[in-house]
């Protein structure tokens, strides 16, 4: 890997920062991926041809599924590519990523169209990519888009749908092809061309083969085999007090490291008297990888949780309640209320107040005064008219709260369905559109995981506003 990546050369200065900014942790995770997974599609016009939208991952561990081999596919127009490699390899020149192209292993280019007047664009989520929700695990990722130079041609998309189903080896429409090279319908649909590049963690922990035992904090720690443990850290914060935190870190050069299976692991014995529960922050080369609660399990978090676990001890039938897809209407939103109010948010439950219908279901707030206004629906099938609703409300309460001298207090609108998240990608236009946070079945799985343990409501809040400032704007996608 090169240490002087050359810039770009038409990049507008803030574009150019942020592929800087991914790069410095580009250079440190990397190097210690020992395999890469990368999904493209191309289209052709002709004589004239384009990378439409191309993933590359990096990995930690060696590919060993089967299904996950190297695979290409050429039909009416449409070039798809699966390139499966261990690292390192120097045919894929893989610095011609930052230059805006994908090489295969036998140096066949595909790039971003250039086209005159037009330069390209870069955008790093620190965190995760953006068509993933919050997660409390990092996976650094840039986009290096360009423009189309004419836009999607749906007569030949859906002349497509039709000849891949009379292939040799036969796919049920576009949208199953794309699944098989990992990739999603949308972006053969999109006006902007795109490579992402994702880092995977050099190190994670463990969760489920950590605990605290004994005023011992034993996290386990995978890491890639090539990541250096002189370079890796394990922060933990605790608390001693009401309101008061301990924090304490290991390096991972004082662990015992030992082989297992295509990583290296290690266990922490950190001192931690009188805490039921910590959180484990690791890093690697000074970039944070993942922040992560352990809890003793003789132990409740919180008043509430210690109320609600003596007649649901584990919280099963909370979730149950929470992910049956047969709970509706104004159960679902009274068990979301209950969900919300355990994870330290207090709530109003206004769904089934007759008088009161054109309120929100829920307003949620935290500790420090940050307003939620959520609205539940089991399915969304035209989100602008509900989004459109919800604004109003949203506004009408922020006018309220100006009059009342109250005009610091921060409204986040959210509405909360039943769908998963790949079904609701389609309506992120329509979330930046209308400043209304959308939520779906994988988000309610996320905070009903947290259930039991020690929560941060004014962080889930942060996180929340945070995923609705860096969706991609219909302009920028």
């Keep these: 890997m090169s240490d002087a990546l050359a810039d770009i050369a038409d990049l507008q200065p803030h574009h150019q920062s942020e592929l800087r900014a991914f790069q410095s942790i580009w250079r440190s995770w990397a190097p210690t991926a020992r395999s890469i997974a990368i999904s493209l599609v191309a289209l052709r016009d002709g004589d004239t041809a384009w990378l439409q939208w191309a993933t590359v991952r990096y990995l930690p561990n060696p590919i060993h599924n089967e299904r996950m081999k190297s695979a290409s596919l050429d039909v009416e127009g449409i070039c798809l590519r699966r390139i499966v490699s261990d690292l390192p390899n120097d045919a894929l020149c893989l610095d011609h990523l930052f230059e805006g192209a994908v090489q295969d292993e036998r140096g066949e280019q595909y790039r971003l169209p250039k086209w005159a007047g037009q330069s390209m664009t870069v955008f790093f989520y620190r965190d995760h990519p953006p068509q993933s929700g919050p997660t409390q695990s990092r996976s650094p990722t840039l986009w290096i888009s360009a423009r189309r130079p004419q836009p ?213 707030e935290t500790p420090s005064g940050r307003i939620g206004l959520i609205e539940c629906a089991v399915t969304v099938l035209a989100a602008s008219e509900k989004m459109s609703k919800l604004q109003q409300r949203a506004e009408r309460f922020r006018s309220a709260l100006k009059e009342a001298g109250l005009p610091h207090v921060e409204v986040l609108p959210i509405l909360l369905t039943r769908q998963p998240r790949v079904e609701l990608n389609p309506f992120a236009g329509d979330c930046v559109r209308f400043g209304v946070l959308l939520g779906g079945h994988d988000h309610i799985e996320e905070l009903s995981a947290q259930l039991g343990l020690p929560s941060d409501p004014e962080a889930l809040y942060q996180r929340a506003a945070d995923s609705l400032k860096t969706l991609p704007s219909e302009q920028d996608h």
């Excluded at 970039?287 to 649901?312: E, Q």
């Excluded at 104004?330 to 206004?350: A, P």
Aim: charged share 25%; hydrophobic share 40%.
């Design 152 to 364: 999607p041609n749906e007569p030949t998309l859906q002349d497509l749908e039709h000849a891949v189903r009379v292939l040799d080896t036969p796919y049920d429409g576009l949208q199953d092809l794309l699944n098989d090279f990992g990739l999603s319908s949308d972006r053969l649909r999109a006006d902007t061309c795109t490579i992402e590049i994702v880092l995977g963690q050099p190190a994670e922990t463990i969760l489920a083969r950590s605990k605290i035992d004994k005023e011992k904090l034993h996290a386990l720690v995978m890491a890639s085999q090539l990541a250096d443990p002189r370079k890796l850290k394990i922060g933990a914060r605790l608390p001693s007090g009401q309101g008061l935190w301990d924090r304490v870190s290991v390096s991972g050069d004082s662990l015992s490291w030992t082989p297992e299976g295509d990583f290296q692991s290690a266990v922490t014995a950190l001192s931690i008297p009188n805490a039921g529960h910590c959180q484990v922050l690791p890093s690697y080369d000074n970039h944070f990888i993942s922040r992560w609660w352990i809890v003793d399990s003789s132990k409740r978090w919180t008043a509430r949780a210690t109320f609600l676990g003596s007649y649901d001890g584990d919280f099963g039938k909370l979730r149950t309640q929470l992910l049956n897809p047969t709970v509706r209407g104004h159960e679902f939103e009274r068990v979301v209320t209950l969900l919300l109010e355990l994870l330290g948010f207090n709530c109003i439950y206004l769904g089934d107040v007759s008088a009161l219908q054109d309120a929100p279901d829920i307003y949620c």
